[in-house]
């Protein structure tokens, strides 16, 4: 992305304010049920939409209500099950591993630790940060590329990697990340989109640092 003017502290603050106001209540658009059906779906999403995993889950979580059933699972059939996601065939083999060592080292309950969550197949950071920011409210930010495109249109972030990215957010927002992770996931899955922004309805318009921003502020 081309450089973009840095938000100032005044800035941040109102932006944290305004997303806080605007999403006060914001949760993942994942369905599931239970801490292994969270996981689950996390894993699907990368890469893929919400909207796809959802149509998927049903039939797979019925098919493997749990980690012991998903551990003995037959690698064919699962990628048969998430065939229309992305990357499938890995997701298929890190779902069966991960399912693997939760059943061998966790008693068959999904670790609540984001270090023990990040040690599964197929769980970085990223995955581990939206579960716990979604299933226990945890103070963390995580990065996709909803995230990652308004960090860098508001001027929060001028980091060229995700894991980058969310460190800066997290010091210039420091508490709430939980809320604004989630909101800036909806406000650039919905509002700020990678092509055709909807800039002149934006509420944060006047904070923009892009060029769609500040044409549409005239």
């Not at 551990?71 to 099950?81: E, G, P, S, W």
């Amino acid at each position: 992305m081309a450089q973009i003017k840095k938000a100032t502290r005044k800035e941040i603050e109102e932006i944290k304010q305004l997303f806080l106001a605007h999403y006060p209540d914001s949760v993942t658009e994942l369905s599931y049920a239970n801490l292994y059906e969270l996981l689950i779906s996390v894993m699907l999403s990368a890469q893929c939409t919400d909207k796809r995993v959802n149509l998927i889950t049903p039939a797979l979580f019925e098919a493997y209500p749990d980690p012991v059933a998903l551990a003995n699972a037959d690698l064919d059939t699962v990628k048969q099950h998430i065939k229309t996601c992305s990357f499938f065939n890995n997701k298929a083999k890190n779902l069966i591993k991960m399912a693997q060592s939760v059943v061998e080292n966790y008693g068959g309950e999904i670790p609540l630790e984001q270090k023990e969550l990040i040690t599964l197949a197929g769980v970085g950071q990223k995955t581990a940060n939206v579960v716990m920011i979604e299933y226990t409210g945890a103070n963390l930010m995580a990065v996709d590329t909803h995230v990652y495109r308004v960090a860098h249109r508001l001027g929060l972030s001028s980091a060229t990697t995700a894991s980058k990215c969310e460190e800066e957010l997290s010091k210039k927002f420091k508490t709430d990340l939980h809320l604004l992770h989630q909101a800036m996931v909806l406000f650039g899955r919905y509002h700020c989109k990678a092509l055709k922004p909807e800039c002149e309805e934006c509420f944060l318009t006047h904070l923009c640092k892009s060029k769609a921003g500040f044409k549409a502020r005239g």
